[in-house]
């Protein structure tokens, strides 16, 4: 079972990313957040991958980080979901969005996604609900619960802890910091950028 693969970024577009490993090219279906996260081809990069093995093919999907991975996974045990449908989740929402929408029961905002219509939402929020605060424990320290209209906040959160991710800082000692400081500004200041700097300011004073 291929469970990651470190190599040489061939190409990419929103859907696919081929991966040049000791000259074996691998191509590999991955969700739109991947591919934000993707470096210019040429470059090395590592995706931890899900393989799944049929009668008639063999395919590989690739996530950026290990949460997406987990995600995917738990969404293809959904009656209804496929790999193809997993992907277009992890592209249309990001995971803590999803999280909030599994949490609040938002149907709307889940049939928006293609590919899922009511019974398929319906099922992912009785098979899923219980394990959103493995997926996302940032649920528990007080995000909004407005579905749709806090879905932008929520996505620019998710990419400024990303980001301070890639600065050193742990994921799970920064989100409720990072959260409630980002939910404190007005929105209009909501970008990524700010939200980041603004962090780095109140992390760094921790220090």
Sequence with gaps: MITQL???????DLTTAVLDVNGVGYLISIPMSTFDALPRAGEKTTLLTHMQISENDIALYGFATERERTVFGMLITVSG????????????LNIPAFCQALASSDIKSLKRINGIGPKSAERMIVE???KIDKI??????GLPEGGTEDTASLREIEDAVSALEQLGFQRNKIQKAVTELALALPENERSVENIVRKSLQALQALR
């Design 6 to 12: 470190t190599g040489t970024l061939v190409k990419a």
């Design 81 to 92: 979901i496929g790999p193809k449908t997993a992907l277009n989740i992890l592209s249309s």
């Design 128 to 130: 899923l609900r219980d």
């Design 136 to 141: 996302a424990p940032e649920l528990a320290f």
